[in-house]
């Protein structure tokens, strides 16, 4: 991960400017720079991962105009062939230097040529103005506000703005901003012209063949590789067929409640299936609640899934940046959105079911997707998404939702049966029942937060305190807790996040006061 800012205007003291970005140096650690526009300033942290000399720093300057990016930019170098062959130079070996030759060829079109995760601002000296952009998904985080003279201020994380901007967006996925206005260039989730009509094998098959696309090419990297490896569907099948594509050990990383973590057993059959340099990392009660403030002031939510279900990734990562060179991290998310949750056994319809598919996928900037760049950048790392690829999202959205709805008895059967013939994981693996990662690090992780708010309120505080934010209301004393710390953070702030991500309360069977997998009538062999 990297860090950037950019401000359309120096309408702020230079001192307080520089101190916006240093709140995420943690992004980048490697190197910064602060640099001066006609009217403003660009500023980057950098962690090097592609590209590690000095000549890789950003800003990019090209003839005046300028660039900072958070991003990979994967298969970058037919690309860079081609401007090359139009007379341009490139002094690195930096996936992110061919912004600028783009910008220069192809101007705002650029933006959907891209098979990228990234956010990224421009400053165009002709038009002394700047621009800026933000991948599909929001894997890459960016944020907006504007100063009190009304100009416009870019940022990695909504602590880059707090104390200078009155109110703070998340920068929409999928759009660019120029001209003073946001345009949408990419929907990866709105099916035109129906359904594909391609059959269950055929399905299977493409989907098979995209991810494995998907992560061969976020293996590109200059910096160690590590993966994330809870022991379910996902991050095992990023495992399995990334030791495959490589040839070689991987290194994996589970952690776990110490005394009834359910997934460290699994995670180490896939380890030692696959011949894994595995590393398992233990967590208590004590440390949960300890972490928990530097967790949500990391995180920017108070969100309740959100939150559980950071506390293991946060705290696997710090272990990870602690104790190994691993920069860059593979995970598993976003596989859910696509193929189905839990809860999401109980849609009323295949349409209901793509409906819901749809909202979560647009939605994943601030849950998921949030978690994941949030607990990795926050210890210096990068992380990639392989389920997030651009052409596998957009095929699986296109898939006639009456295959992906359980019409089989078991969850993600498209994605178990698409990698069902290749014998890369153990049977049981491949089959296994799903149980979400804030419960499968342990029952008891979740039991602890919520015994732990019981005793910070009693029911009158929690009636008297909760009524202080009308918006996303705090409706347990686990919520009210983590609400408190997020506005002691980022006050005033709560409306960055749309709501609590919560199973869609309409549909039988859904409507529930706590988002756990639990409480659901279909948990089942999940907790086992």
């Not at 101007?107 to 990228?116: C, H, I, S």
């Not at 799903?434 to 690090?441: E, I, L, N």
Request: a negative charge; one cysteine or more; glycine letters at 8%.
């Amino acid at each position: 991960m990297c860090s950037i800012v950019g401000f359309e205007k120096r309408s702020i003291p230079y001192i307080l400017a520089q101190d916006c970005l240093n709140r995420t140096k943690s992004r980048g650690p490697d190197m910064t720079r602060f640099v001066e526009t006609k009217n403003g300033w660009l500023g980057f942290h950098r962690l090097a991962i592609m590209g590690l000399t000095p000549e890789g720093m950003q800003p990019f300057e090209l003839d005046g105009d300028m660039a900072v990016c958070n991003g990979e930019l994967y298969l970058f170098r037919p690309m860079k062939k081609k401007l090359q062959d139009l007379g341009y130079t490139f002094q690195s070996d930096s996936d992110c230097e061919i912004i600028l030759p783009m910008y220069r060829e192809y101007g705002l079109e650029m933006f959907k040529m891209l098979d990228a995760e990234f956010a990224m601002i421009i400053y165009d000296s002709k038009k002394n103005t700047l621009i800026a952009a933000r991948d599909p998904i929001g894997i890459r985080p960016l944020f907006y506000g504007y100063l009190r003279d009304g100009s416009i201020v870019f940022a990695s994380e909504a602590k880059n703005l707090i104390g200078i901007c009155d109110k703070i967006l998340p920068f929409p996925p999928g759009h660019y901003y120029a001209n003073g206005q946001f345009v949408r260039y990419a929907d990866l989730t709105t099916v035109t012209g129906g359904y594909c009509e391609d059959d269950l094998e055929t399905v299977c098959k493409k989907i098979r063949e995209l991810l494995i696309l998907g992560i061969d090419k976020r293996l590109d990297a200059d910096a160690p590789l590590g993966f994330l490896l809870s022991g379910g569907l996902d991050s095992s099948l990023v495992c399995a067929v990334a030791a495959k594509l490589l040839g070689k050990p991987i290194r994996t990383f589970a952690i776990g409640m110490v005394g009834d973590a359910i997934d460290l057993k699994y995670a180490q059959e896939v380890a030692d299936f696959l011949g894994a340099d595995h590393t398992v990392v233990y967590m208590n009660r004590d440390e949960v609640i300890a972490s928990l403030e530097e967790v949500i002031a990391a995180l920017g939510t108070y969100d309740i899934t959100t939150i559980r279900a950071s506390m293991g990734m946060y705290l696997v990562c710090k272990a990870i940046h602690e104790q190994t060179d691993i920069r860059v991290l593979m995970t598993g998310e976003i596989s859910d959105e696509l193929f189905g949750y839990k809860y999401t056994d109980f849609a009323p319809s295949a349409e209901e079911f793509q409906k819901e598919s749809k909202k979560r996928v647009d939605e994943l900037y601030m849950y998921d997707v949030l978690r994941a760049d949030r607990c990795i950048s926050a210890n210096s790392l990068e992380a990639r998404v392989p389920f997030g690829d651009l052409d596998f999202v957009k095929y699986v959205m296109s898939i006639d939702p009456e295959k992906k709805m359980n019409v089989y008895n078991k969850g993600k059967y498209l994605l178990r049966h698409a990698f069902e013939n290749d014998h890369i994981l153990p049977e049981d693996i491949l089959w296994r029942e799903k149980a979400a990662f804030s419960d499968a690090v342990g029952h008891s992780m979740v039991d602890d937060l919520k015994e732990y708010a019981e005793t910070k309120y009693t029911d009158e505080e929690f009636e008297a305190r909760r009524q202080l934010y009308p918006f996303a209301m705090p409706f347990t004393k686990e919520s009210l807790l983590y609400r408190e710390i997020f506005e002691k953070y980022y006050p005033g702030q709560a409306e960055m996040v749309k709501d609590f991500w919560m199973p869609n309360k309409s549909w039988e069977g859904c409507n529930v006061n706590d988002p756990s997998a639990r409480v659901l009538s279909n948990y089942g062999a999940s907790g086992e």
